[in-house]
């Protein structure tokens, strides 16, 4: 949980006054948008996991990795704060995932590129935007990173925000 740093545990929020305490640390689904979308029947076609999802679409197949983009957050304790997200990949790259996924070495294996796969709840759609998916050490998820640059996602990711951001944002993924 995140809470606003320094002491005393009281202190207030720069932006509204009020005191935020035990905002969730990370959030996401735990299904790509297009898994959530089909029919349960369509489902016992396809493939999920934790970590990974496999998409039979109109005769094609369709590859999702879950991955964490990271947001530094300026005024909280711990200093930092986590989407959960999946990120479409080519096969080609699900393959290269598939081959190292136990691999010691895997965080060597070079970025790939995908789309994300979920829609947060941003002003502008994020579902779409170009990812760079960097492979880490056994244990440890993808780390995204968003390639657009002019995006709210992306700069939040560059800059970071303060915790009032993610209060709201988390407000807003529940309003969804
Ligand atoms: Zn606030």
Do not use: K
Not at 44 to 56: K, M, N, S
Not at 135 to 157: F, I, K, Y
Request: proline fraction near 9%; charged fraction near 20%.
């Amino acid at each position: 949980m995140l809470s606003i740093a320094g002491v005393p545990a009281s202190r207030l929020c720069p932006v509204c006054h009020e005191s935020h305490q035990d905002v969730a640390e990370l959030l996401g689904p735990t299904a790509p948008d297009a898994w959530l979308a089909i029919s349960e029947g369509e489902r016992l076609e396809a493939e999920l996991t934790p970590d990974v999802c496999i998409l039979p679409d109109l005769g094609r197949t369709r590859h999702f990795v879950r991955g964490h983009i990271q947001l530094p957050v300026m005024d909280a304790e711990p200093p930092m704060f986590v989407w959960s997200v999946w990120v479409e990949l080519d096969q080609e790259s699900m393959a290269a995932i598939a081959r190292s996924w136990s691999s010691p070495n895997r965080a060597a294996i070079p970025p790939l590129t995908g789309r994300l796969a979920t829609e947060l709840p941003y002003e502008e759609p994020t579902r779409g935007l170009e990812i760079t998916v960097h492979t880490r050490d056994l244990g440890l998820v993808p780390l995204l990173m968003v390639s657009n640059t002019t995006h709210a996602l992306a700069t939040e990711q560059r800059e970071g925000v303060h915790l009032h951001r993610i209060v709201e944002l988390g407000a807003r993924l529940q309003r969804q």
